[in-house]
């Protein structure tokens, strides 16, 4: 049985893949009307290869409610350096890879 996100600890292993809807991964092509377009790279490879998690912080909501509020999260560190949200598994800040728990 596949883990949930949010059930994800300190050694568990993931897969890291490539969002391919990143402007990293799509190339420009001209549509029939002349117009550029972008659509996602088919040369590009969806799945990078498996991580384990090396390190999880939740991070606590902070600020006042009736004020600018940050809520809480929680984080995942792969070995290779990256953070992951653990709410949709996007990599922290980028979007460009997002993780699934194998």
């Keep these: 049985m596949t883990?949930?996100?949010e059930d994800l600890?300190?050694?568990d292993t993931v897969l890291v893949k490539?969002?391919?809807?990143?402007?990293a991964h799509r190339i420009?092509?001209?549509d029939p009307h002349g117009m550029t377009t972008y659509v996602p790279d088919q040369s590009v490879e969806e799945t990078i290869g498996g991580s384990?998690?090396?390190e999880?912080?939740?991070a606590p909501a902070s600020g006042r409610p009736d004020r600018s509020c940050?809520?809480?999260r929680s984080l995942v560190r792969l070995s290779n350096g990256f953070w992951y949200d653990l709410q949709d598994g996007?990599?922290?800040g980028s979007e460009a890879t997002y993780i699934e728990p194998i």
């Design 56 to 58: 999880r912080y939740d």
């Design 90 to 92: 996007y990599q922290d």
């Design 3 to 5: 883990k949930a996100l």
């Design 18 to 23: 490539r969002n391919l809807e990143h402007p």
């Design 52 to 54: 384990r998690v090396v």
């Design 70 to 72: 940050r809520p809480g």
């Design 28 to 30: 420009p092509v001209i």
């Design 9 to 11: 600890n300190i050694t």
